[in-house]
């Protein structure tokens, strides 16, 4: 048996009175003017409605929708016991996301929270189309929360906060637009882990930076005994190059400090100058002039 597949038809937006009012609607109204007019003046103060520069007010009368949609602002007429409306604030509005406990792509589970903020853009929509725009956007903040988060890993929400927080401000301003709503901004507050994972972090994380600090330490090692071993073949060329340095040692001990230093004289300065002093003239015999 075969079934018809019927096409998917969008759900009407409505946007003014689409309906001819009926009979007894009409009469309804006009002895609501009737009424206005035989209380006047004191109906008057009934009448009207004040409505802020930040403000909208959509009308229905009799559960239609008014022509012209949206009224406002300024001093806004009304129909005594006919009419109703509702305000609309234009201005952008905040909200908290409370935390959403998460298992990330790596299984790991956190708690994220995030503000998110938003205004209503086209009041008939935010008042026709759905029944709480700020509740639903609310649910729906936090269900999208949980979605983007869920496919991200550990290291990704620590260290992309602001590309995951744009993402988050896509996909929820694509999904409140049929509502009149703007996504303007959603900030992710905090990224909570567990205490044990805390914990296992901070191991690894120590463990990195001692495992550092030793390589470091071991290459200033090798550096300082390549230094030392071209040095050494530097003095083996010359003995006279190692007494130097230790003349040139003191020296710097003896500028740091005041102190006096008593060393011994070493004795291979008086090997070397012996043959000299043996044969100066001071030191020949009488008899090897004779």
Same mark, same amino acid.
């Given at each position: 048996? &075969?079934?018809?597949?019927?096409?998917?038809?969008p759900?009407?937006?409505? %946007? /003014?009175?689409?309906?001819?009012?009926?009979?007894?609607?009409? *009469?309804?109204v006009?002895?609501?003017?009737?009424?206005?007019?035989?209380?006047?003046?004191?109906?008057? @103060?009934?009448?009207?409605?004040?409505?802020?520069?930040?403000?909208?007010? +959509?009308?229905?009368?009799? #559960?239609r929708?008014?022509?012209? !949609?949206?009224? !406002?602002? !300024?001093?806004?007429?009304?129909l005594?016991?006919?009419?109703?409306?509702?305000?609309?604030?234009?201005?952008?509005?905040?909200?908290?996301?409370?935390?959403?406990?998460?298992?990330?792509?790596?299984? +790991?589970?956190?708690?994220?929270?995030?503000?998110?903020?938003y205004?209503?853009?086209?009041?008939l929509?935010?008042?026709?189309?759905?029944? &709480?725009?700020?509740?639903?956007?609310?649910?729906l903040?936090?269900?999208?929360?949980?979605?983007?988060? #869920?496919?991200? &890993?550990?290291m990704?929400?620590?260290?992309?906060?602001?590309?995951?927080? %744009? *993402?988050?401000?896509?996909?929820?301003?694509?999904?409140?637009?049929? @509502?009149?709503?703007?996504?303007?901004?959603?900030?992710?507050?905090?990224?909570?882990?567990?205490?044990?994972?805390? %914990?296992?972090?901070?191991?690894?994380?120590?463990?990195? %930076?001692?495992?550092?600090?030793?390589i470091v330490?071991?290459? #200033?090692?090798?550096?300082a005994?390549?230094?030392?071993?071209e040095? /050494?073949?530097?003095?083996?060329?010359?003995?006279?190059?190692?007494?130097?340095?230790?003349?040139?040692?003191?020296?710097?001990?003896?500028?740091?400090?005041? /102190?006096?230093?008593?060393?011994?004289?070493?004795?291979?300065?008086?090997?070397?100058?012996?043959?000299?002093?043996?044969?100066?003239?001071?030191?020949q /015999?009488?008899?090897?002039?004779?």
């Open positions: 048996m &075969n079934r018809e597949i019927l096409p998917n038809v759900k009407p937006h409505i %946007r /003014s009175t689409d309906t001819t009012p009926i009979c007894s609607e009409k *009469t309804i006009f002895l609501s003017i009737i009424i206005l007019i035989i209380t006047f003046p004191l109906s008057i @103060w009934f009448c009207f409605v004040t409505v802020a520069h930040f403000q909208r007010i +959509v009308i229905f009368r009799l #559960g929708l008014r022509k012209g !949609g949206v009224r !406002g602002p !300024g001093l806004v007429f009304l005594p016991c006919v009419d109703e409306y509702i305000k609309v604030d234009l201005r952008t509005q905040s909200f908290d996301v409370p935390p959403q406990e998460v298992l990330t792509r790596d299984s +790991v589970t956190i708690q994220v929270d995030a503000v998110v903020y205004s209503i853009r086209n009041p929509d935010s008042v026709i189309q759905i029944r &709480n725009v700020h509740e639903s956007t609310k649910l903040a936090q269900t999208t929360l949980r979605n983007v988060v #869920g496919t991200k &890993n550990l990704e929400l620590l260290s992309a906060k602001e590309s995951m927080s %744009r *993402t988050i401000g896509v996909i929820l301003d694509e999904a409140t637009d049929p @509502w009149g709503v703007k996504v303007e901004r959603v900030e992710i507050k905090d990224v909570r882990l567990p205490i044990a994972m805390q %914990r296992a972090m901070a191991a690894e994380a120590e463990a990195l %930076r001692e495992a550092k600090a030793k330490a071991a290459e #200033g090692e090798l550096s005994s390549k230094a030392l071993k040095a /050494s073949d530097v003095m083996s060329t010359n003995p006279i190059t190692l007494q130097l340095r230790y003349l040139q040692t003191l020296s710097n001990i003896s500028s740091e400090h005041n /102190s006096t230093i008593i060393f011994p004289f070493p004795i291979d300065l008086l090997s070397l100058s012996g043959p000299a002093i043996n044969n100066s003239p001071a030191t /015999s009488p008899a090897s002039n004779l």
